[in-house]
């Protein structure tokens, strides 16, 4: 069974984001990259199954700049098997990263494909759902646990109010939830390993798929500065300061 887990470059969650001056997006220039969070768990899940034996091949597939093959690296140095990265200097919207792994899948043919449920640096949340329509496959968003068994998946979602477990037939998409697993630290030998594993490249031409924009991002701003709070000593005060001042009791 093929696992095949989308990986994107992202701003490193540590880094604190600064806008740009003409308003126009977020400043990557000199900035830390890094594999999307909730893509590592992904390919942790895809990497432990293939050491349960249950898949047989991990395939990690980024969209975005040459840069990415930083990403498909790490993705390998945790345990993927070769890498597969969509070449664009485009801005890639999630509609056109669906199109584009939708692409890749339809060549790929793999039983289990897993992304992260969202990317941290435009927090869309929409790329799993987006595939799994376009592929028309059943989609379990989410994930806390992941069991594969007779070409089933048993998945459970994190829900309001408690646990929500879905059994889904194979090929299916699955997107990660935080505590679906703590991805292994990757180690200097398998960093070495991993340069030596197969990265193909393509374009979006070759995949016949057009990523022109379809959103346009009118005007980018810091959030408002938060002014300083106030201790006040006791409940009184608190209520007196509410009703007379804030009025909004
Ligand atoms: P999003 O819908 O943009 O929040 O992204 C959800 C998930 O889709 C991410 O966690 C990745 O697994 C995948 N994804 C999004 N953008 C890309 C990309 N450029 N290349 C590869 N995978 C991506």
Known sequence: MKALVAVKRVVDYNVKVRVKSDNTGVDIANVKMSMNPFDEIAVEEAVRLKEKGIVTEVIAV??????????????????????????????LQPLAV?????????????????????????????????????????????ASKVEVADGKASVTREVDGGLETLSISLPAVVTTDLRLNEPRYVTL??????????IDTMKPEDLGVDVTSRLKTL???????????????????????????????
């Open 62 to 91: 980024s969209c975005g700049p040459t840069q990415a093959q930083e990403t498909l690296r790490t993705a390998m140095a945790i345990g993927a098997d070769r890498g597969i990265l969509v070449e664009s200097a485009e801005e």
């Open 98 to 142: 669906a199109k584009l792994l939708k692409a890749v899948q339809d060549k790929e043919q793999a039983e289990l494909i897993i992304l992260g449920k969202q990317a941290i640096d435009d927090d869309s949340n929409q790329v799993g759902q987006m595939l799994a329509a376009l592929l028309d496959l059943p989609q379990a968003t989410f």
């Open 189 to 198: 030998p398998n960093i070495m390993k991993a340069k030596k594993k197969p």
């Open 219 to 249: 005007k980018v701003a810091e959030p408002a500065k938060r002014s300083a709070g106030i201790i006040v000593p006791d409940v009184t005060t608190l209520v007196d300061k509410l009703k007379n001042e804030a009025k909004v009791i």
